[in-house]
């Protein structure tokens, strides 16, 4: 495929995608597709530090969860508009990346892991038992009554947007000097450091531009829920999926979070629909085995291998080969 | 509150509790250690450990220690087939720490779910003819379960201990974790030691899961919550260290004890993580390790 077919494929279902809310779907599924956008944000955004730069960060919503409060705090204490308030949710998630980014990041593999899974339980603990924020008994968000299929239509094509703007930042990153650098940083990163590459100060900014999306992607979650609890937004089973779904598609690449978020929640989505959830949990974790243990690159990396030996020279010479 | 007796008595149910923790996290810590393998399902089959000897009790009967003298040797095999079917492979991959957090995970949500279809959520508690009574130390009470458990904890690390320091295939187990080329070398056969450490924490976490199922209540879904001490055991003593698990364990027992008896219960764990981050970040490589 050329890449002028690519763009206009890709542009197409864009526009496509877009223009679905025009012929009014039933609720549930933009409800569905809304909470696809929502994973492929948060996955393309952690794949930043955890994919390219190689930093498992498994407190990922930890910051989707601090974006949660700070806009639900905005808009109950000074009423700033739910739209506006995602703003400074991102920035003060993408500054609370900043400050415990600076120990952290000097740990490395498990530690590292380990570390921000830590920060997470943390945040959710301190908002749980911090009255002011509402403590374990949960904000309620009291909001415009609006149409309900209005409304879902609205949050679905902020969200869109939201992943799209998240998608194309990785997608340009991954080619610049910075995304170079993060790749250089996985894989080896006393060799980057000789090279004078600034690992420091490379993976604190991807560290801090990963922390910012979920964070608007938090504020703008709170209105959609309206009802803001530690237990939901602070669910450390979010940050577990969202490492598994980059993984699932391929952390090298910004289309793996995408194609992992895509599928692993379509097949979550039609499990639990189908059959019985202990057997739809089982049918997923074996998923997870088999895709480490056959392609432990995740799919796009390996469609990309099997797909190519199909079309030009190299296949023949392969074939020869073999 | 100040009260030395409720001091003393926090110490030593956290010293009862620390032990059960140790025997819990040396056999992840030497999967970690030796072979490089974080394996996130340690807990569950520790939980799995406990269920079979809930039912043994319940069905049959059989007291819970008898009853690892079968479920051990099962564990154990069950982690030789788990090593050559599920770990084996993905030891050439470029991360096997990444790769074995994802394929144990995996393996975590499916036992999880098979446990949760054969013995329903709800909560079980080990409770035997002699749980009920305890021994009087002066003031301190101390509950016979509680010391059982413990005792086993102690010969479990024990006998892990005397495997690793008196026995060849001990020797080679150690040789392996300080430095597996060097070992292969030697002509250790690192794929026949890795499959012995992983039966053998495999089984170590059976028995972990009935001393825990002495002390605690637990359903499936428990197993993560255990795994966040096993993660702390493992951190504060250093990854594969046998005696730092231990001191660790006790170490972990004695402050949540202590901690228990001076915070609210939701401000421990608040406790317990910031210790955790803190020593992660201070002293990443454990507290003991040489």
Known sequence: MNSTLKRTTFFTLLLALALLPLIQPPTYFLSFIFKVFLYVILSASWNLIGGFAGYLSFGHVA??????????????????????????????????????????????????????????????????????????????????????QFSRSLFYEIFLCLAGVTVYTLRKIQTSKFGLGLASIREDEEVAQTLCIPTARLKTRAFVLSAFFPGVAGGIYAYYISYVHPDIVFDINISILIVLMALFGGGRSWEGPVIGAVSLSIVNEFLSIFIRPEFARIIYGTMFMVVIIFMPDGIVPFLKRNAKPRSGVIDSSMAGGS | MWNPVVILQSIVSGILMGGIFALFGVGFSLTWGVMKVINIAHAAFGILAAYVAYWGLTVFGIDPILSLAVSLPLLFCAGVLIHRFLVQPITRSRDVVVASMVLTFGLAIVLENLMLLAWSPDERLITTGYSS??????????????????????????????????????????????????????????????????????????????AMAYMYSFNPPAHNLWLIFLFLVVIVGGVGSILGSAVAGLIIGVIIGLSGAFFPMQWVNVLLFGLLMGILLIKPEGLFRK
């Open chain 2, 133 to 210: 009574t305890s021994i009087f130390l002066g003031d301190i009470i101390i509950r016979i379960s509680n010391l059982l458990a413990f005792v086993l904890s102690m010969v479990g690390i024990g006998a892990i201990y005397l495997f690793l320091y008196r026995t060849r295939t001990g020797k080679a187990v150690r040789a392996t974790w300080q430095d597996p080329e060097g070992a292969a070398l030697q002509g250790i056969n690192l794929r026949r030691v890795s499959m012995i450490t992983f039966g053998m924490a495999i089984a170590s976490s059976g028995a972990g899961g009935v």
């Open chain 1, 63 to 148: 910051f989707f969860g601090i974006g949660v409060y700070v806009s639900a705090m905005l808009f109950q204490q000074l009423a700033v508009s739910p739209f506006l308030g995602a703003i400074p949710a991102g920035l003060f998630a993408g500054l609370v990346a900043w400050i415990i980014g600076y120990p952290c990041l000097r740990l490395r593999g498990p530690y590292f892991a380990v570390v921000t899974l830590c920060f997470a339980f943390i945040a959710d603990l301190v908002v749980k038992n911090w009255s002011f924020l509402g403590g374990s008994e949960g904000i309620h968000l009291k909001l415009v009554q609006m149409d309900i």
